[in-house]
């Protein structure tokens, strides 16, 4: 699927039919060919993102303040979310959209999800190393977490994490930097499901790594 087709559909998509039909959920990802420091510079070049800490995270503030209140299940709970802080700060850098407050992650590293259901849908077909190999150019990922630490009146989770990849979507195409958002392939398998940019790589992947 083309990017300008997806993003349009998205845009008219009632936000109760966006899981249904283009598979936005929590976890949103959009693998890019770059590397992560050049990824991280362009998404805090944009006033719309900053960095996300602790401190700016409504949600583990209040956790805290409960905590310190004596509220036990409180307590549990921020011993978890500081464990993922610190595996956080060393392995996934962690900035915010602000506009919809959404999380995004960023990982270097490729995230096989689309491989994965090829293999779950087509077994073991003959494209598969093709695929595999076309897809080891996308070195850096990103995953879009739409929990609202600072909660935004009348966006719901799956509009926020749209609206989070349309903005960063067009911040790599304006600097002309490929990716693709496998997710919309949801379990159908129908990989001309997935999005490409730019359009070429689309053609590439169908006629070349799958063959039609």
Known sequence: MRLDDFLSGVRKCPDGK?????????????????????????????????VHTKENDMSYLALREASKKG?????????????????????????????????????????????NCRVNNMGEDSNLERLKNFLERYTASLSLHPCQITHIDDVKPKRA?????????????????????????????????????PDRDEEYVMREVIGK
């Open 18 to 50: 966006l899981s249904r039909k283009f598979n936005i959920t929590d976890n949103w990802l959009i693998s890019a060919n770059i590397t992560m420091p050049i990824l991280q510079e362009i998404l805090l070049s944009q006033n719309n993102f900053r």
């Open 71 to 115: 509220d036990e299940t409180a307590k549990e709970v921020l011993i978890e979310i500081e464990k993922e802080w610190d595996y956080s700060q060393k392995n996934q850098l962690r900035l915010e959209y602000i506009p919809t407050s959404t999380v995004v992650r960023l990982a270097s590293n490729i995230n096989h999800f689309l491989y």
């Open 161 to 197: 994490a749209a609206r989070a990849n349309e903005e960063i979507c067009n911040l790599l195409r304006m600097h002309e930097i490929p990716f693709y958002l496998p997710l919309p392939i949801g379990t159908t398998g129908d990989i001309t499901r997935v999005v490409w940019w």
